[in-house]
């Protein structure tokens, strides 16, 4: 069978190929670029080396190779979601929109349409049964990137296929060092896909600009310092506020009158995150629904443990009630929500704004 074939030039997608080779199947190598390299004066995120890589795999194993710009649909999908949620005071996750919107997006509707399956390195497992496909955990529980899959529909998820999920890490990297692939010893990429070797906040500022504000400490209502935008900050932050005395951890956002409020010596998200709100809910499953008391797994971020909680139905949204206080809850990222004894992911919400509560 003929299949689409993700690769990066990392070792996870570069050793897709002879596994599905091994399995039979003809991968047609598809390297996709979303770096925004030919935007003038935009970022230094040169994509020569993955490309080279990429290319000596399909020469390696006899696969047609092929070079997809998607640099103008990630722009319009993927980095205006990230500006427009950070000017919202929000916290974005775009390697999550980006598996949505351009990796099985905006490439089905180039290519991946004219193929039965499509394959990438992601550690994640697909599970089919009778009653259809879902998204399974990878077997590495540290690189299990289930958190990020976890808003693709259930088009997408049906033709998707992760030859890497069931292997663990160290595992990889032996296949591709058995395999003298030139990406065994490459280090995991780190970061936003799109930034390059670009600061964040350097980003940030290029689209949002700078204004001053006043940092304040929230029990006392003293002002602490001065901040140059509360989009440059996220909720939980303990380093870069410039402030001695600490640690302090930036507590809460005025995004209308831009402040920063913080408190110091200890991160007060603990001491009120029993509950995360949750809106705009996707299933990834068309027979999966939620209510009210249902038992859950979840995660709020890509980490290798499981929280677990039950969900509370509020209207069209839920709030889950976590067993244990968590920290670092940030609006705009994802709450991802899996089954409580089965392997596999049920969907994500985005995390609502709350109040700040402390004591």
Known sequence: MEIASLVSGGVDSSVTIPLLKEQGYDPVIFYIKIGMEDVPGYIDCPSEEDIEISSWIAHKYNCHFVVVDLQKEYWESVVAYTIESVKKGLTPNPDVMCNRFIKFGAFEQRFGHQFPKISTGHYAQ??????????????????????????????????????????????????????????????????????????????????????????????????????????????????????????????????????IYVSNGYDPIAQYSHTIPLTDIQLLHPDFSLHTGMEVRFKIRHQPHFNYGKLVQNNDSFVIHSEEAISGIAPGQFGVLYHASEPWCLGSGVIDQQETEIG
């Not at 990406?183 to 290029?206: E, M, T, W």
């Open 126 to 259: 697909i599970i089919e049964n009778e009653k259809g496909f879902f998204l399974g955990t990878a077997a590495d529980t540290v690189k299990d990137q289930t958190y990020f899959l976890a808003r693709i529909t259930y088009a997408q998820l049906s033709k998707l296929m992760f030859p890497v999920g069931g292997l663990l890490k160290s595992q990889v990297r032996e296949i591709a060092r058995q395999m003298k692939l030139p990406s065994a010893h490459r280090p995991d990429s780190q970061g936003i896909c799109f930034l390059g070797k670009v600061n964040y906040n350097d980003f940030i500022r290029r689209y949002t600009g700078e204004r001053e504000g006043k940092i304040i400490e929230l029990e006392t209502g003293k002002v602490l310092g001065i901040h140059k935008g509360f989009w440059f900050h996220t909720i939980g932050q303990r380093k870069g506020l410039g402030l001695s005395g600490g640690p302090w951890f930036v507590v809460k956002k005025d995004v209308d009158e831009n402040l």
